[in-house]
């Protein structure tokens, strides 16, 4: 059976199951906290099995001087208790926005939860970024990795269908000695449901303290986009990036044209194979992950490549942080400060896709998985310094 998107057909296999986290303002499930930490290739992640959230990536600039380049908190109790704009975690079933909250699926009309004014934001009330995933060391030598599971059950948030998800974070190391975080999530289910699942960090890669990403040089590999309406969705059109504020083919600083964009960069870029076209669907050949984006930081030298087998990498600039209290950070004494307040276009994201509010626009790429299908995504940040 053929799809127009990426759900790919692998041999069948399910994932261990995780329970299912309730969550009712604050999570109050006990689990272990401690973090998993993967280190190599001069990186080191740390990773809580909550939301399958990626806390801190430490990584050195130009000179050596490492810091963390993330955005995130110092304990799990913001990303409990709802305070976290989805800091570095996973959110599914679906990533961004699905209208009114309301889809058909197989001649039944299905109403999930909304979280985002009438409509449902990545994944509902209890998405994947609120549950506690099951994780297990899958390390080889030289490639450090951690497996995470989680089973969403039929009719959570409104979804149909027991979905088994599997995220695994593994660092990899280049023959030129550059890291590289490679995240593939993967997902089954016993019933037609929508799938797009998306890694949610927030990047600053002058140091997650550092303020402003503003000056940061971004490219992005697309020459159209998905305009939204005044809620954010799409509104069906694949419009061309040349000439516009959006336009990101050749690099420039976030921040160059940011002041055109109303409520600053919150859109869903679409990805092109070579030839131009949407990724191929199930069932033909598959595109091996590809350049979606790369980002500099000129300060620190701390670059960053993107790549993913996605069809879409939507590009936000952090326009919703406000006076958020995050980490502390290290005022380069050895002396941790008290915590830093993360504001507006303090973080970046750039988070591979399925195109917002597939399930009801017929034609954007296939966002629905079958059962006997496996939902199959690689994203992976390739790190090093100019």
């Keep these: ?33 401690t973090p998993f930490v993967l280190s190599g290739g001069g990186i080191t992640v740390h990773i809580s099995p909550f939301g399958a959230t990626i806390l801190k990536l430490l990584a050195p600039d130009r000179h050596g001087k490492v810091d963390d380049i993330v955005l995130g908190f110092d304990d799990l109790v913001p990303y409990k208790t709802g305070v976290s704009p989805y800091f570095g975690c996973i959110v599914g079933r679906v990533a961004n926005r699905i209208a009114k909250a309301t889809f058909s699926l197989g001649g039944k009309t299905y109403k999930l939860n909304a979280n985002n004014g009438e409509n449902t934001l990545h994944g509902g009330l209890v998405g994947f970024d609120k549950v506690w995933w099951d994780a297990e060391d899958v390390s080889e030598p030289g490639t450090p990795a951690l497996r995470l599971t989680y089973t969403s059950r039929d009719g959570e948030e409104g979804f149909p269908g027991t979905v088994q998800a599997t995220v695994t974070y593994a660092i990899e190391t280049g023959s030129s ?23 949610h960090t927030y990047w600053n890669l002058a140091g997650h303290a550092s303020g402003p990403v503003l000056d940061h040089v971004l490219r992005i590999a697309s020459t159209r986009y998905t305009p939204v309406d005044s809620a954010l969705i799409p509104t069906g059109k694949l419009v061309e990036v040349k000439g516009t504020p959006f336009d990101f083919q050749h690099p420039k600083r976030i921040g160059e044209h940011l002041a055109q964009v109303e409520g600053g960069y919150d859109h869903n870029y679409v990805l092109a194979n070579p030839a131009g076209s949407l990724p191929p669907g199930v069932g033909e050949e598959l595109l091996p992950p590809r350049l979606a984006a790369s980002v500099h930081d000129p300060r620190s030298g701390r670059a960053m490549d993107l790549l993913t ?57 296939n966002a629905v998985l079958t059962p006997g299908d496996i939902y199959d995504h690689t994203m992976i940040h390739r790190f090093y310094t100019r």
Excluded: W
């Design 309 to 365: 087998d996605a069809p879409g990498v939507q590009f936000y600039s952090g326009n919703f942080l406000s006076q958020i209290k995050g980490k502390a950070a290290n005022t380069g004494g050895g002396v941790m400060m008290t915590s830093t307040v993360y504001d507006k276009h303090h973080g970046f994201c750039l988070e591979t896709q399925g195109f917002p509010n597939a399930i009801n626009e017929p034609s954007f790429p």
């Design 177 to 199: 000695g550059e890291a590289s975080l490679v995240t593939k999530m993967t997902a089954t289910t016993d019933r037609a449901t929508p799938i797009s699942m998306a890694q």
């Design 1 to 33: 059976m053929k799809h127009s998107g990426y759900i790919a057909i692998l041999s069948a296999g399910g994932a261990a199951l995780a329970a299912l986290a309730v969550y009712t303002g604050i999570v109050t499930k006990k689990r272990d906290e």
